[in-house]
């Protein structure tokens, strides 16, 4: 079957730096997003990547090591309002896009 | 710019009620539309997919059903809901064609709760 996995629940303080790890197990693969949900609003994209390696978007950067089956979210300088939940989801052979439950982000001050 | 509308934001309904949910898209023409639905715990799960005008495919067998009968219109329907229908639904849309980079955009979202 098809799975992607991540932490249930993360907790990181305000100014720190913390990594949101995912690992998937699918049929093929396309490429990997990942989006930001608050808590009873719709997901955000935040990023995508096809290829290994890392990408950067300001305080936000995503890494993917296709060989491990595997990514994260590293998130810097986290502020109050980088608590959500982290989505992961991955783009299998038929373009199916396969999703992870979720990682829950709660930053403390 | 383009944007997702969908409504009701929030309704509670009895068992064995019927549902509509509605969902339009503005700015883009033939987009890919898509029906979600997320349990709490649960990775997102797709309902639904259209591709087209009266081109749908379902995922999950189950008592919903969905139609496409305008280009940026989408609507989630059921004639007998069922306790296990309660959710929070997500209509989302992506560019036409099948492509890994296809980025979904989602509308706010309908809580839907079932007593």
């Known amino acids: 079957g098809q799975n992607i996995d991540q932490p249930t629940e993360m907790t990181a303080t305000e100014g720190a730096i913390v990594q949101i790890n995912c690992t998937y197990q699918?049929?093929?693969?396309?490429?990997l997003f990942w989006y930001q949900q608050h808590a009873g609003e719709a997901p955000t994209f935040l990023s995508y990547n096809v290829l290994d390696g890392l990408e950067e978007k300001g305080r936000f950067s995503s890494f993917l090591s296709r060989s491990k089956g595997y990514s994260y979210l590293l998130l810097k300088e986290l502020q109050m309002k980088d608590s959500a939940s982290y989505l992961c989801?991955?783009?299998?052979?038929?373009?199916?896009?396969?999703w992870g439950a979720g990682t829950k982000l709660i930053i403390k001050p | 710019s383009q944007t997702i509308h969908q409504w009701p934001a929030t309704l509670v309904q009895p068992v064995g009620s019927p549902l509509s949910l509605e969902c339009t898209v503005e700015?883009?023409?033939?987009?890919?539309l898509y029906w979600y639905r997320q349990a709490a715990g649960r990775g997102l799960q797709l309902l639904f997919y259209?591709?087209?005008?009266?081109?749908i495919s379902s995922e999950v067998p189950q008592n919903l059903s969905a139609s496409r009968p305008q280009d940026r219109q989408f609507i989630l329907s059921s004639k007998k809901l069922l306790l296990s229908d309660s959710g929070f639904y997500l209509c989302?849309?992506?560019?036409?064609?099948?492509?890994?980079?296809?980025?979904?955009?989602f509308g706010a979202g309908s809580r839907l709760t079932v007593l």
């Open positions: 989302a849309w992506s560019d036409s064609g099948v492509s890994g980079a296809n980025v979904l955009t």
């Open positions: 259209s591709v087209g005008i009266g081109q």
């Open positions: 699918t049929s093929g693969f396309n490429g």
């Open positions: 989801a991955v783009i299998d052979s038929n373009y199916q896009l396969i």
């Open positions: 700015g883009t023409s033939n987009p890919n």
